[in-house]
């Protein structure tokens, strides 16, 4: 049953993602413009790059991060500073955004990548406890624990995105660009080395994939598109402080990432959608006091059910081909 | 004398007070089939690692093609025109057999990050001429109907056979087979013999680590043998078969 849909899935992949994406754009419409939801998606949608760009350093290159919200703060504060002591806007706050992000993950990247599993692990842990540390006590830079105010609404060239909507729209075009790089490495000669390295470092060498800088190319595409979250947040909430981009942060972003089912795109944006909403869903019934146990809950049955989470493990693109085999074998066999 | 494809001077590899290789001398001259053997820990397999730079001699020196080679990267040496296949299979698990082979021609393209986000004429070309070789080598080893089947789908000597394939997608000078018939019955060891025997017959060069006795002394053109590190023989098979310390190596002395 769930093979046939899957089946059904890849063989209208197409459409289904048209639809789906034709309902994120009417989505403000179906709200009747309500600010609340709106402004719910507007964050689901940051998360969903959040999510995409975790995806890429956990779920196809197999770095566990615990520290991925780090990559966020560093680019909401470029995007913040560079507001704030320039009055620069979009697109330049975001580019450098993804510059700042993607520097620091090279950085970070080049000193830690030879470590591998739980020890970096541990070393994004900490780098996450370091820049949240280092943006508290650079004060002359950030402010310190006051925080970056008054950041102002995106601009691209006139154009002031002031309302939740115009947002939402912005956001949306960001993370069908993050979908669009993610997919398109990831189906290249590049992603094929990356997922080769998840699998098989020794092998991966063997086949001349120089595992280090197939890694480092990872962590820097990841780290910039979380930058770019980052300067999102900072223009639509205007504040910033380093407490916004601390551990829990990081968790929340991982949560949704293995919910969702890591190494899938679908999966991504379904588990940074489905974990925002849930708690404003868990508000509109009156059991946000049981929010953590739901959670709970929810988290023991995915392990138990499906530990690669939800989409995990599906590659609708080799179902395609898989499927187009089997068929082409059956007509043979009506033929004979 | 026919060209020297790999050869190795005096290569020792020490672990701590353990000396796993010590001294080894070899060569292996272009188009030749030649084997290393020896029992379970005589430092076949270390010697592999040295030769595919997973491990740096800790002295002695190793040359492919006249380069010298010793304590280069494994992905460098690789990309020289190396070869190899493991004795543990060590395929890509979320790939399909035609990925896998796909893979092994990394070092034969160029496109880059840039390449794949604009899709340009390079990407688009290499695209295509990588799927064209690796489905031709997927004919050419019987794989081919199970081009979309996920690697770890396939049975045990398919999965071997795989291996072999991809290390074929690099156009290796050299291949390095490692226990290639490891787990196979004997049914599947010939046809894998006959396989070894066609790819000498393309024009590859092969270095082999075998245990089962039966393959080496088919096909080889040339054997070292080593106990315990220490090189005791070599010689063509027949000459290896008489030597009394390969003898003494495999069963014991005599009372």
Known sequence: MIRKLISLWAKYEKWVTLVLVALAVLFPVISGFNRYVVNIGVM??????????????????GVVTLGHAAFYGLGAYAAGILNWRLGLNVPLTFIAAMVVSGLFGLLLGLTTLQLSGRYLTIVTLSFCEIIRILLINLEWLTR????????????????????????????????????????????????????????????????????????????????????????????????????????????????????????????????????????????????????????????????????????????????????????????????? | MSEIVLSGKGVTQRFGGLTAVQDVTFEVPKGEIVSIIGPNGAGKSTLFNCVTGIYTPTEGQIFFLGQEITGKKVHEISALGIGRTFQNIRLFSEMTALENVIVGSHAKAKSGIA???????????????????????????????????????????????????????????????????????????????????????????????EHDMKLIMNISDYIYVLDRGIPIAEGTADEVRQNPLVIEAYLGKEA
């Open chain 1, 144 to 336: 310190g624990p006051l925080g970056i105010t008054n950041i102002k609404k995106a601009n691209l060239f006139g154009f002031v995105f002031n309302t939740a909507t115009k947002n939402y729209y912005l956001v949306l075009a960001m993370v069908l660009l993050s979908v669009f790089i993610v997919h398109r490495v990831m189906n290249s000669r590049t992603g094929r080395a990356i997922i080769a390295l998840k699998n098989d470092e020794t092998a991966a060498s063997s086949m001349s994939v120089n595992v280090f800088a197939y890694k480092l190319r990872a962590f820097c595409i990841s780290s910039a598109i979380a930058g770019l979250a980052g300067a999102l947040y900072a223009h639509y909430i205007g504040y910033i402080d380093p407490n916004s981009f601390g551990f829990t942060q990081s968790i929340q972003i991982l949560s949704m990432g293995i919910l969702g089912g890591l190494g899938n795109i679908f999966g991504s944006i379904f588990g940074a959608v489905s974990l925002s909403v849930l708690p404003e869903l868990l508000r509109s019934i009156g059991l946000e006091d049981f929010r953590q146990v739901i959670y709970g809950v929810l988290l023991a049955l995915l392990v138990l059910i499906r530990p690669m989470g939800i989409f995990g493990k599906i590659n609708l693109r080799h179902r395609r081909l898989q499927d187009s085999l089997q068929l082409a074998g059956e007509g043979e066999e009506a033929e004979a």
């Open chain 1, 44 to 61: 689901a949608g940051i998360y969903a790059i959040l999510t995409l760009s975790l995806n890429m350093m956990t779920g196809y290159t």
């Open chain 2, 115 to 209: 390449d794949a986000l604009l899709h340009t004429p390079r990407y688009r070309r290499e695209e295509e001429e990588a799927v064209k070789k690796a489905e031709e080598i997927l004919k050419l080893t019987g794989l081919y109907e199970y081009r979309y089947h996920y690697a770890t789908a396939l049975s045990y000597g398919l999965q071997r056979r795989l291996e072999i394939a991809r290390a074929l997608a690099s156009d290796p000078v050299l291949l390095l087979l490692d226990e290639p018939a490891a787990g196979m019955n004997e049914q599947e060891t010939h046809s894998l013999t006959e396989f070894i025997r066609e790819l000498k017959g393309m024009g590859y060069t092969i270095l082999l680590i």
